[in-house]
Structure formats: structure tokens, C-alpha cells
């Protein structure tokens, strides 16, 4: 379910739900509005879409006579299909994919683009300014189209995926002509290399200025950053650069040993480096990731190797990138580590569940024992449900927030205080964390007979 998150449905820690033995509280009447946005049945749950700032909703109405796309209840037009439903950054717009006759084109804002043999998914950039997608013509060649403007063709797209800047300014994309790759950025097609890399990726530095993707040369592989080859290797993995773009950092193959590369410059081989842990603190000063000798894994910060455990999952800087934690598997159970300082073991934490308030000072995660699920706030165990989520502090870091399910009612939970409105579901972001608009105001999307609503809740 890319692009939503059902706590009711669905969540990334749990698959089953089991009923808690802990007492339930008295819920509290905190102060909320609720807003009907849209009906919805159980049969558009696979093709729901909630907006970046979780606010709108759209999916898929199927009809005797097509399929029509839903956005905050109103109904668009109906076509043969409608699939990849997408929202702008901002949130303002929404486009998809729509077939008539035969024929594949993107609807943005209700405007009908030219059709093609197929096309895929729409691909807004950053800013919202811009719109592309990859198109299938006819005679089989792939082009890719920006706010309506076709592009080269070529023989192949890279992996269909379109890559902008952060910033929204620049674009990228991987083009097969013959036999060769290309890259092409902001219009310009780069040297041929016989393919490109897909864990490394195409890579644009935070601020937009650089540049990195990975390419093969005959049996190698090398990661080319702002157009230069760097050292060739047996292989190559994710690849991370600094928050400033200054500094960069990949995984390298040489043998049968991986190794990161900082700067250029590599440092200690191991068996094998964690897929996607390379990461620099918010700063730039400090560089982690997970590494294995033999069966065992561990953390490397600044070169310095942490204690041996069976496995790393979710590594997280502070935003003062003073303290890294990060999840440790030890037989078939998990704790959390900060820095070096263990906390307590638990049946599961929660994957990607870290946070950090935004001043640091504070940590959670969701755990699970046994049957009933909970959230740990600075190494604490708070009260136990069947299924808990959507973690996140105030921007002050004064409060923690979560959703929580209990007897098949889902509610909000701040400082294990539960809200006295129940709902049949929470829907939120694909970031599944709450978003707040204030230092006391969030929001989410609550199902409650069959209609959905935008909640709007204080926390004090």
C-alpha cells in the first residue's frame, strides 16, 4: 500500500492483531474538529492515496461503466482504467494514469495529456513545478515526457525512474541508445557505459550542485560523480552524499570483500557492508554504517568498530548529531542501541519506528512482546495495546503522540493519555509518523462508518 498507511490495515512492525491483557483508561476529551472529506467502502482501501501533508484523499471508483479517480470525494472522469494515482509535493494537484480506446495518457488536474502506447507512473518534481513520465510511442522506442514535452527517444528508460534535484531544478534520467547507457541531465546526454548502477542509484547532493550514479565498464564498475570516473571495482552499493554535498561516500567490492569509500579514500574491508545504512550526521562531522565479519554485524562510526551483534537494522542521527541509535538483533530478539549504550531487549522493535524529538533530547520507538505492542519513550515501557503507531514528538519535544488500536477502535494516544474519540481506522502519510502544524495542533485521517474525515486535534 505505497503512498498511505492504515494503523487498521496494516503496519510495518505487526502482521497479526491479538487482544492486550492491560487495563483500559479513561479517555480523555481532548479538543478536535473533524472534517468529512469522502465516503469510503472497504473495496477502495487498495487504491487510497493520502497528499503529503495529509490532508487530501484519492483512489479509484471501479463502475459498470470504467473506473473513475475519487479526489476528496468528488468524482472525475471515467475511463476504460485509471492506475498510479500521484500528489504533487504541495499537495495541491493530483495526476494518474488513465486508458480510452486503447490508448495510455496522464490526467493532471483534470487536463488530459496526449495519449501513447502505454505510459508509466507521473513523476512530480520536488517543487511541484514539474511533471514527467516515461512514454511508450508506438514504434517502441521510450521518451521521456516533461510538462508535456516529449524527449529523445531512446530504446530503454533506466528502470523507468525519473530522478529530480532536491531542490526541483534539475532532472536526471539512465537512456539506453544501441547498446550503450547514457545519462542524461537537465537535457544533456552523458559518456555511454555498457549499464547503470541500481543500488547505488541516480543521486543528486541535498543542495542540487552534484551528482552520482553508478556504471559499469566492462567487468567493473565504478561510481562517476559530477561527471569524473572514480577507481573501478568488482562491484558497487549505496552511495550517500553530506548534507552540505561536500562529502561523499559508497560501498565498493573489491575480491570478496566490500569496503566504504570516503572522499575517495577507502577505508577498513569487510564481508559485507548493511544495504542502505551509509549515512552522515546532519552535520557532515560523522559518518556510520553497518558492517559484517564472519556472522557477525556491527556499527562503524568514524572508522570505529561497535560491539558484534546478529544483525543492524534502523540507524538514525540525532538532528545535533550527538547520538546515533540504531536497532540490534540478538538471537531472535531486538533492542535499541545509543551510541554505545544499550537499552532493553524487547520480542521486536518496530522497523523504521526511531525518532528523535527535534531538539534531541528525547527518543522512541515501538516495540513489541509477546501479544501486545507498546511505545518506548527514553527506555521506558509505556502502556500496552494490540497494535500501536505513527510515533512523533511536538516540535517543542515536550510530547510524544501515537495512535493506538484497542477492541478494534483506533485513537490517538498523548503521554499515554488516550483521546476519548474512537474510530474504526487511522490513515496517515507514507512517512507514518503524526504531522503537526503547530507546537500543539496535528492532524490525521480517521475512518469512521464507512465516510472518511480529516481530524484536527489539540494536545492540550
Known amino acids: 500500500m505505497s503512498g498511505k498507511h492504515a494503523l487498521v490495515l496494516a503496519f510495518s512492525m505487526l502482521v497479526l492483531l491479538f487482544p492486550a491483557p492491560a487495563a483500559a483508561q479513561v479517555g480523555v476529551n481532548r479538543k478536535h474538529t473533524e472534517t468529512l472529506l469522502a465516503p469510503f467502502p472497504p473495496d477502495v482501501y487498495d487504491s487510497t ?75 512530480f518534481g520536488p517543487d511541484s513545478q514539474r511533471l514527467a513520465y516515461v512514454a511508450l510511442r508506438d514504434d517502441g522506442k521510450r521518451m521521456v515526457v516533461v510538462n508535456g514535452k516529449p524527449g529523445e527517444p531512446a530504446d530503454r528508460i533506466f528502470e523507468g525512474r525519473i530522478i529530480f534535484s532536491p531542490d526541483g531544478q534539475r532532472m536526471a534520467y539512465g537512456r539506453r541508445a544501441g547498446d550503450k547507457w547514457y545519462l542524461v541531465v537537465d537535457g544533456q546526454q552523458g559518456k555511454p557505459c555498457d549499464f547503470l548502477g541500481s543500488t547505488t542509484g541516480i543521486q543528486f547532493s541535498p543542495d542540487g550542485s552534484r551528482l552520482a550514479f553508478a556504471a559499469k565498464q566492462g567487468e567493473k564498475w565504478c561510481v562517476v560523480v559530477d561527471g569524473q570516473p572514480q577507481k573501478l571495482y568488482e562491484n558497487v552499493g549505496t552511495l550517500a552524499f553530506g548534507p552540505n554535498g561536500k562529502r561523499t561516500a559508497y560501498a565498493a567490492m573489491t575480491g570478496s570483500k566490500w569496503q566504504v569509500i570516503v572522499d575517495g579514500k577507502p577505508q577498513k ?65 531486538e533492542m535499541v542501541v545509543v551510541n554505545t549504550r544499550e537499552q532493553k531487549l524487547y520480542d521486536r522493535v518496530g522497523g523504521g519506528t526511531l525518532v528523535f524529538s527535534p531538539d534531541s533530547q528525547r527518543l522512541g520507538y515501538i516495540a ?4 501486545v505492542s507498546f511505545v518506548v519513550i527514553d527506555g ?51 512517512a507514518s509518523k503524526f504531522l503537526f502544524d503547530t507546537r500543539k495542533k496535528f492532524h490525521y485521517l480517521a475512518v469512521k462508518e464507512g465516510q472518511m474525515f480529516l481530524v484536527e486535534e489539540e494536545v492540550d
Request: aromatic share 12%; glycine share 8%.
Open 368 to 371: 513489541r512482546s509477546g501479544h
Open 269 to 333: 574491508a569487510y564481508d559485507a557492508i548493511g544495504e542502505d545504512t551509509i549515512r552522515f550526521s546532519p552535520d557532515g562531522a560523522h559518518l556510520a554504517y553497518a558492517a559484517r565479519d564472519g556472522e557477525k554485524w556491527f556499527v562503524v562510526v568514524d572508522g570505529q568498530e561497535g560491539k558484534h551483534y546478529d544483525g543492524i537494522a534502523q540507524m538514525l542521527f540525532s538532528p545535533d548529531s550527538g547520538r546515533l541509535a540504531y536497532t540490534v538483533k540478538l538471537g531472535t530478539t
Open 49 to 123: 492515496m493520502i497528499s503529503p501533508d495529509g490532508r487530501r484523499i484519492a483512489y479509484i471508483k471501479k463502475s459498470e461503466a470504467g473506473q473513475a479517480a475519487v479526489l476528496d470525494g468528488q468524482a472525475q472522469k471515467v475511463y476504460a482504467r485509471v492506475a498510479a494515482l500521484t500528489f504533487s509535493p504541495d499537495s495541491k494537484w493530483m495526476a494518474y494514469a488513465a486508458s480510452s480506446g486503447g490508448r495510455w495518457f496522464i490526467v493532471v488536474d483534470s487536463r488530459e495529456e496526449p495519449p501513447y502506447q502505454r505510459v508509466g507512473p507521473p513523476v
Open 380 to 430: 521506558k515501557r509505556k502502556p500496552r495495546y494490540d497494535m500501536v503507531g505513527y510515533l512523533n514528538f511536538t516540535p517543542d519535544g515536550r510530547h510524544y503522540v501515537y495512535a493506538a488500536i484497542r477492541d478494534d477502535k483506533t485513537f490517538t494516544v498523548v503521554d499515554d493519555k488516550e483521546a476519548a474519540h474512537r474510530y474504526d481506522a487511522i490513515w496517515n502519510t507514507p
